[in-house]
């Protein structure tokens, strides 16, 4: 059974910063290598493509709202991904969600065809 479970989210002030982790367990892919990735979703709003990473680490995409303050690795060794947000702003408030398997198309910047989702962890700006 695969389970995605999100952790680091919490309260930060404006201009702050915050690192989110994602632990992945089970058998994310049938492929060898699998794409990984966070969305988000404010209240009211859609969810929102933030950032997605390919299994090597060597190339990564970001949402426009998040490109420049936000950075997103990962430790294949521990099934993990990491979210780094640093100058946080009050927009950046949101249910944080990790995402597994899928494909990025860098040509229309869509993260798509996602296997598995975390639970969320909510990720409040405010002073």
């Known amino acids: 059974q695969v389970q995605l479970v999100e952790s680091g989210g919490g309260l930060a002030q404006p201009g702050g910063s915050l690192r989110l982790s994602c632990a992945a367990s089970g058998r994310i892919s049938s492929r060898s290598h699998y794409q990984m990735g966070w969305f988000r979703q404010a209240p009211g709003k859609e969810r929102e493509f933030v950032a997605t990473?390919?299994?090597?680490?060597?190339?990564?995409f970001y949402g426009a709202s998040v490109n420049g303050r936000f950075t997103i690795l990962r430790d294949n060794a521990k099934n993990t991904v990491y979210l780094q947000m640093n100058i946080l702003k009050p927009e950046d408030t949101a249910v944080y969600y990790c995402a597994a398997g899928g494909d990025y198309d860098p040509v229309v910047g869509d993260y798509y065809g996602v296997d598995y989702w975390g639970k969320g962890t909510l990720v409040t700006v405010d002073s």
């Open positions: 990473i390919n299994w090597s680490g060597s190339s990564a």
